[in-house]
Every structure is written in C-alpha cells, then in structure tokens.
C-alpha cells in the first residue's frame, strides 16, 4: 500500500526506508534539478537533509544503514 510521506509543490519520489526504519530516502527537484534528501521516518516534519550537492538520482540503502548511494550528475 502507498502512503504519502512527504507532500510539497516540488516532485518529489523514489522514496527509499532505511533498513532501521529510521530515516527514508527520496529524490525532489525542489531546486530544480533531482536531488537527494534524507528524512526521519516515520515524522518526515522532524528533519530534511539534502545529501547529494550535484544532483542525484537511485538512492538505495546499505544493508548496514550507515551508507546510501545514488547516481549523480556530477561529469
């Protein structure tokens, strides 16, 4: 089942839960170019962190929870 975790005007998706459950993962062009943020989960208003600086896409966990990786843009 779907759940709205984030809603803003920007296109926001790919939303990735940490493998703790702690944290989720998503992809917003809120700067106007895909880029990655991290939240807490479940109460996304607690926190925003954007992790990529040159844009990003995939974000994907480690099993471990302590890493996350996604593509970038960055030549």
């Not at 170019?33 to 992790?51: K, L, T």
């Not at 896409?57 to 030549?75: C, H, I, R």
Request: overall charge negative; hydrophobic content about 35%; cysteine-free.
């Amino acid at each position: 089942m779907a759940e709205t975790l984030v809603q803003t005007s920007s296109i926001d998706y790919g939303a990735m839960i940490s493998p703790d459950g702690r944290f989720f993962a998503y992809i917003s062009h809120e700067s106007g170019r895909p880029e990655i943020y991290v939240r807490p989960f479940p109460r996304a208003s607690d926190g925003r962190w954007q992790v990529s600086t040159n844009g990003g896409t995939a974000p994907v966990w480690a099993s471990s929870g302590k890493e996350l990786f996604y593509l970038s843009s960055a030549n």
